[in-house]
C-alpha cells in the first residue's frame, strides 16, 4: 500500500510541474511557482515518508 501511495504522490507532484512549465506566464513567474513547487513537494514527501516509517514499526 505504501509504494503505491508514493507513486501516486510522486506522479502528482511531476504532473503539477509539468503542468506550470507548459502554463502561458513570463519565464520569471514559471521559475519561481516551480522553485516553490519543489519546495513544498520535498516537505510533503518527508512528511509521507515520516508517517510510512512510522505504521512499519
Do not use: N
Not at 506522479?11 to 502561458?24: E, H, N, Q, S, T
Not at 520535498?42 to 515520516?50: I, N, R, S, T, V
Request: cysteine-free.
Amino acid at each position: 500500500m505504501g509504494k503505491i501511495f508514493r507513486s501516486l504522490t510522486i506522479g502528482g507532484i511531476v504532473g503539477f510541474v509539468i503542468g506550470l512549465l507548459f502554463a502561458p506566464s513570463k519565464g520569471e513567474e514559471t521559475r519561481q511557482k516551480l522553485q516553490e513547487s519543489i519546495e513544498k513537494g520535498k516537505e510533503k514527501f518527508q512528511e509521507l515518508k515520516e508517517e510510512f516509517t512510522k505504521k512499519d514499526e
